[in-house]
């Protein structure tokens, strides 16, 4: 079993920025790719970025060029920086953990943009 331990979520105002983090903790678990999705009321919810074991790293469209996202393998944690936010990025941030044939979540943190 994987736990996957979220932070660093919180209210900011536009053109400001916030850095996310998730540690993934449990006992022999191996690491496919970790990453971000978001999830705003009544929207669906979105990959916002994603890196693989080789590090590798995509990036939805919408957060090109203002995130960015990576990985500390002895840590087992990711971590998402995110500059010049906008009130659209306000959302329900959550980690992921994906293996071969599992993927574990994280509970979620909150980002609040202000305009």
């Known amino acids: 079993q994987v736990q996957l331990v979220e932070s660093g979520g919180g209210l900011v105002q536009t053109g400001g920025s916030l850095g996310l983090s998730c540690a993934a903790s449990?006992?022999?678990?191996?690491?496919?790719?970790m990453g971000w999705y978001r999830q705003a009321p009544g929207k669906q919810r979105e990959l916002v970025a994603s890196?693989?074991?080789?590090?590798?790293?995509n990036y939805a469209d919408s957060v090109k060029g203002r995130f960015t996202i990576s990985m500390n393998n002895a840590k087992k944690t990711v971590y998402l920086q995110m500059n010049s936010l906008k009130p659209e990025d306000t959302s329900l941030y959550s980690c992921?953990?994906?293996?071969?044939?599992?993927?574990?979540w994280g509970q979620g943190t909150q980002v609040t943009v202000s305009s």
């Open positions: 449990g006992r022999g678990f191996t690491i496919n790719a």
């Open positions: 992921y953990l994906r293996q071969v044939l599992t993927t574990y």
């Open positions: 890196i693989n074991s080789a590090g590798t790293t």
